[in-house]
Nanobody, 127 residues
């Protein structure tokens, strides 16, 4: 069973940067689909970025493209989200997600149905 644990949230002023980390466990496949969602107060969860581990093709939502970077660590089970040029609109709870969907379904066209979610880490951006 896939399990995820995030870390790295915090508070920052507008224009600043934060880096989130996610550690995955409980799977044996060499590659899985992993990504990040976020939920702002009073809003629905939205997909932020996804990547099929072992590939070099990340996908981003339009709201973060050019500012956020999703990447994998040296360990196969680690995932990062580098967030630059943060604005108050980026405030929210950020969740690491993962599941075993095939690579052609690991894109921003298919945000639904992720089977594993982390507990979330709070990101607060002040103006």
């Amino acid at each position: 069973q896939l399990q995820l644990a995030e870390s790295g949230g915090g508070s920052v002023q507008a224009g600043g940067s934060l880096r989130l980390a996610c550690a995955a466990s409980g799977y044996t496949r060499s590659s899985i689909c992993m990504g990040w969602f976020r939920q702002a107060p009073g809003k629905e969860r939205e997909g932020v970025a996804v990547i099929y581990t072992g590939s070099t093709w990340p996908y981003y939502s339009d709201s973060v493209k050019g500012r956020f970077t999703i990447s994998q660590g040296n360990a196969k089970n680690s995932l990062y989200l580098q967030m630059n040029s943060l604005s108050p609109e980026d405030t929210g709870m950020y969740y690491c997600v993962a599941d075993l969907r095939p690579v052609d379904q690991c894109t921003t066209d298919n945000w639904s149905g992720f089977s594993a979610w982390g507990q979330g880490t709070q990101v607060t951006v002040s103006s």
